[in-house]
């Protein structure tokens, strides 16, 4: 194999001096063990550092100092991380029983340590006191308090009865009272799935519980407790006017939002979506005491949705937010997205007052996206104003990516996790252990520049010509400062790296014919441009 590719660079300037957002990533690792890791969270510590949530069912290697349980490789426990401020492991725990143990949020409480909250089909023994005597009999709620260390404090199940047949806890949050709050659904006997809120006093000790839902599939995926003491629950619902829902469905599924006094007495509810599906994940509360919901949706402009989804076959998911007031009044809608699926994960509020939606796309230039996702699937970050007006978005260019969270730090810059597998590309300067799921994380720099040396309107940010091509080609940039190239095939196998190139000649008149992906790490940041060869 013989390679033959000239770099050239364009020495550009422009009159004009245009303001840019720069992604300055600063640190990355990827946190795991032998076998798979899901990540689900990342909160910033008091000290700087942070905590990393999901699962595990690694046993003792990599970053994992204790056994998935009760054989590694077989059934995921919660599996937390502590880092320090610049990435570096501190400590880590298991929590888990003799069957699956799925943990799905964690939330910091006022002395320090945490709650975590999940779904488990284990009985009683190793890190858990309650459930079943009978593990898989019935899947329940899991909760488990620990301190600052992560040592375990108390640990409480919800459900498990003879007269429900699944129960299921996405969120829990210290309430003012200095109790809890824990959300899910569940399917009572002969109904579908419906939303299910859970108080409890400072110990886990179940004070109440109201159950809120129709006639078809109700399903909470995020809760919280509001600034008057009730809370406000959401979820997708397919339900009609039935049972506690009274408004109607515009289509196959839509956002559903129930706000509820500090006793679980459901005060209001609101339906937002069109006729296709609308999937809710994440409630914001903003600071004029309303509502952002985030999810994603393939719904065109229909029900009370007014912005169309980019592919207009309507077989793909875009980003959808919707802005509420108090009453659940609505009061904006947005979307963003391209050609292809794009699937928000979570939203937060900035300390500008805007948001920052993270999710996962599959979509190449098109639409709101600018930067291509070669290896399918990429971490895709979008940042919007107080009114969801698009500021600036990223593609993160990683390996196999899923379930993608930001968060913002003390000092403004941002912390983004994902599961991530595989050989360091991209922003991804790490290869995963045993190159199986890790979770991985990037802290990067928040930053918006001025510069005298930008890129002209529709101009790409460097080109490869020709392309397609038979023998050889130009790769051409501007005036830039070339850390890394690397070139990729299509199952993402490096097939050629070098640190701070300069003017390389390499001949390819045997290589073999087929897609590939250009990549170079710049100090204006990273770029991937595709390469067909014939």
Known sequence: MIWKITFIL????????????????????????????????????????YIVAGNSNSGISGDKTQNAVPIPGNYMDYWIIKLDSAGVKQWDRRYGSNQEDYLNSIQPTSDGGYILTGTSWSGTGWDKTCGPTQSGTSRHGWVVKIDSLGNIMWDECFGQSQTTILEHLEQGQETTDGGYMFAGHMYPPSVNS????????????????????????????????????????????????????????FGGADYWIVKTNSLGVKQWEGVYGGTGIDLLTSIVLTND???????????????????????????????????????????????????????????ILTSDNGFLI????????????????????????????????????????????????????????????????????????????????????????????????????????????????????????????????????????????????????????????????VSIKTDKGNFVKKLLLE
């Open 358 to 517: 993270t999710g996962v796309s599959g979509s190449g230039i098109s639409g709101d996206k600018t930067e291509i996702s070669p290896l399918g699937v990429d971490p895709w970050i979008v940042k919007v104003d107080s009114m969801g007006n698009l500021q600036w978005e990223k593609t993160v260019f990683t390996r196999i990516a899923d379930n993608a969270r930001s968060i913002q730090t003390a000092d403004g810059d941002y912390v983004i996790g994902c599961t991530a597998a595989g050989n360091p590309i991209g922003f991804m300067t790490h290869a995963t252990h045993n190159l199986s799921n890790d979770y991985w994380i990037l802290k990067s720099g928040d930053s918006i520049i001025s510069t005298s040396v930008s890129v002209p309107d529709e101009a790409p940010d460097f080109q490869i010509t020709p392309n397609p091509a038979r023998s050889n080609f130009s790769v051409s940039l501007l005036q830039v400062k070339i850390i890394r190239l690397e070139i990729f095939d299509y199952s993402g196998r490096t097939i050629y790296r070098s640190e701070k190139p300069e003017v390389l000649t390499f001949e390819c008149d045997r290589f073999e014919r087929g897609v590939y992906f």
């Open 194 to 249: 419906t939303y299910w809120l859970i108080k409890t006093n400072s110990l886990g000790v179940q004070q109440w519980d109201v159950l809120y839902g129709g006639s078809g599939n109700d399903f909470l995926s995020d809760a919280k407790q509001t600034p008057d003491g009730g809370f406000i629950l959401g979820g997708e619902s397919d339900s009609p006017v039935s049972g506690t829902k009274g408004l109607p469905c």
């Open 289 to 347: 005491n309303g509502y952002l919901l985030s999810g994603y949706s393939y719904s065109g402009i229909s029900g009370n949705k007014t912005q169309p989804n980019w592919d207009t076959t309507g077989g793909t998911y875009d980003y959808w937010i919707v802005k509420v007031d108090s009453a659940g009044n609505m009061e904006w809608d947005k979307h963003f997205g391209g050609s292809y699926t794009d699937r928000e994960c979570s939203t």
């Open 10 to 49: 364009l020495f550009v300037v422009y009159t004009d001096v245009r303001a840019q957002h720069v992604f300055n990533p600063k640190w990355d690792r990827a946190s795991g063990g032998n076998n798979l890791e899901e990540f689900v969270q990342i909160l910033q510590t008091s000290d700087g550092g």
